[in-house]
Every structure is written in structure tokens, then in C-alpha cells.
């Protein structure tokens, strides 16, 4: 238990950055966490942090042992949770991490309602289009779109995250409407840009894949600032359904239909999924997030295909 004790100093002093930081979230006093750390790197016979007046950083081999720790202390906690998941209230920590549009505009006012049903778990939700592994970065749920990884975890499909062409009157009226998708290549284009760079406006004509991207005049990892680019009539934006859902209902954006569809890559059943380790929904805070968000989207999306 010293070790641990040790370790959990260490590891919270690298999050921290001061000694003195990490000493208070533990109600410890300073001199003894440091005195702690120091008997750590003295039983390993190595030097983990390099120590100076104003910041303490870790050497290479202190990286090395903090990023080994941080897998045994989240594989503990989980231990731990899973023997305390015998208590039937649904309480603690939960770790979410959801890509930046979707968790925006649908996940973020769907935890305001569960937090609502319940308040013992507190929420720790990080938005981020790149992408997390469960296992290592310490999420409980992980929500993406693509297509279904081939990460040993539990996929479950929310909705369609098919991409779709979409402009304002006012740009229409300017340059015309485009007749078929390889037109799309003499008009402006604004660009969604994906941890792997901006996506293409590819179409599949005979089994063959065109590129049919037009010139750029924008390209952002902010939909929403693509999409008000859009409505100011500066180009053509190729986007989720879900994200452009309430600029197709007030009209400000239009979407364009070609005789072949547009997608952003050539793999087929692009969805938004809702990924979670197996064992982790045994966890009762796991399983009352997966079965509420599972249930709350699928009636969502029941609702707006019968309007």
C-alpha cells in the first residue's frame, strides 16, 4: 500500500505540475508527498522528475513508468468499481468523451436530462474529434463517427453519419445550381477538417470513385463556423444530417440532390457509434448512461422520420 500511496503522489504531482498542487488534493503535507516520490525513485534506483524552483517535469524514463502506471491505476479503479457495482444506485465518476459536433448539439443537453435522473454521478465529459481509446485514456464511453472500429470493445449504432451537399439560396442564385455532382468542381467549397485533414466530396458514378472537391475557400474543424460561412453564401458545405438538421428546417441552407449520391469516403455504413468495454457495464453508472442515451436517440431519431 506505501507503493501505491507512492505512486498515486507521482502520478498526481506529473498531472499537476507541483508538489505542492498535488499534496493539497490529498491533504498531505508537501514535505511529506516529496518525501514519499524520493523513496520511490531511490527503490527503483532511477530518477523520475527533474526538480527546480518553478516547475518539475519528468525525465524519460519518469514518461516511460507514469504512462506504465497510469494503465495499472485505471485497471485498479476499474477493479474496484466493478466490486462496488453490487450497490444498486448508479453513483461516481463518469468519463465521456464524444466527438465536438455531435456532443454539441446532441450529447451535451441529453446529459443535462440525466443528470436530472441521476444526481449521484457526477459527469466528466471531453469533447475532441480525435480519437480516444477506452482501455488507455481512461473514458467509460466513447462516442464516434465512421464506421464500426475494430477496437475489442461493444459498438452500438446511434444513427446514420452520412455526409450531405447543402447551400444557401443566396448562393444559388449567385452561381446557379449544379446539375450533376462533377459540376461540383467549378463551385466554392467549404471544408470539414478531420484529424486525418479536410474531407473530400468523392461520388461513386459506374463503380468508380470521382473526386468532385471544388476550390476551397474555407477549411475548420468548427462546423458550426462552416456552416454560418454557408448560410452567408460563400460556398458549398458538405456535412452530417444531424448537424445541419435545424439550417435545413429554417431554410437557410438547402440541400443539393445529384443523380449519384456524395460521401466523404469510399467505406460504406458510415454511422455515429457508442463504443464501451464489455466489462465496464456491469459498472451500474455505465449501464444507466449506455441504456439512456441508447433509448433517448432512438426515439429521437423514430421521431424526426415520421415528421
Not at 479503479?77 to 466490486?83: A, F, G, K, M, R
Not at 476550390?215 to 458538405?238: H, T
Not at 443539393?256 to 460521401?263: G, T
Not at 453508472?285 to 415528421?307: H, M, P, T, Y
Request: glycine share 6%; proline share 5%.
Amino acid at each position: 500500500m506505501d507503493q501505491l500511496r507512492a505512486i498515486r503522489y507521482f502520478s498526481k504531482v506529473v498531472e499537476t505540475g507541483s508538489f505542492t498542487k498535488a499534496a493539497s488534493v490529498f491533504n498531505v503535507p508537501p514535505s511529506s508527498l516529496s518525501r514519499r516520490v524520493a523513496d520511490l525513485e531511490k527503490s527503483l534506483g532511477a530518477t523520475l522528475l527533474k526538480r527546480s524552483t518553478r516547475i518539475v517535469k519528468l525525465t524519460e524514463v519518469g514518461q516511460i513508468y507514469y504512462n506504465d502506471m497510469q494503465q495499472i491505476l485505471n485497471h485498479l479503479e476499474q477493479s474496484n468499481e466493478t466490486v462496488r457495482s453490487y450497490q444498486t444506485t448508479p453513483m461516481g465518476r463518469l468519463r465521456i468523451s464524444s466527438m465536438v459536433g455531435f456532443g454539441e448539439k446532441i450529447l451535451l443537453p441529453l446529459l443535462d436530462e440525466f443528470s436530472l435522473l441521476y444526481p449521484e454521478i457526477t459527469l466528466d465529459v471531453s469533447l475532441s474529434d480525435e480519437l480516444s481509446t477506452l482501455g488507455r485514456d481512461d473514458v467509460d464511453i466513447a462516442i464516434r463517427g465512421g464506421y464500426a472500429p475494430n477496437e475489442r470493445v461493444l459498438a452500438i449504432r446511434l444513427m446514420d453519419n452520412g455526409f450531405i451537399p447543402v447551400a444557401s439560396p443566396s448562393y444559388l442564385e449567385k452561381y446557379g445550381m449544379p446539375s450533376n455532382a462533377m459540376e461540383l468542381k467549378q463551385h466554392n467549397g467549404l471544408y470539414f477538417k478531420a484529424p486525418s485533414g479536410p474531407t473530400p466530396w468523392l461520388c461513386n458514378m459506374k463503380g468508380q470513385w470521382h473526386d468532385v472537391s471544388g476550390p476551397a475557400v474555407a477549411i475548420s474543424n468548427n462546423g458550426p463556423w462552416l456552416a454560418k460561412k454557408a448560410c452567408n453564401g460563400e460556398g458549398i458545405l458538405m456535412s452530417t444530417r444531424w448537424a445541419l438538421a435545424s439550417y435545413l428546417e429554417s431554410g437557410k441552407l438547402q440541400e443539393l440532390k445529384f443523380e449519384h449520391e456524395l460521401a466523404i469516403t469510399q467505406h460504406s455504413n458510415m454511422a455515429v457509434y457508442l463504443l464501451y468495454q464489455k466489462q465496464r457495464y456491469l459498472v451500474p453508472k455505465v449501464k444507466a448512461a449506455v441504456d439512456f442515451l441508447v433509448q433517448r436517440i432512438k426515439v429521437e431519431n423514430e421521431i424526426k422520420k415520421s415528421e
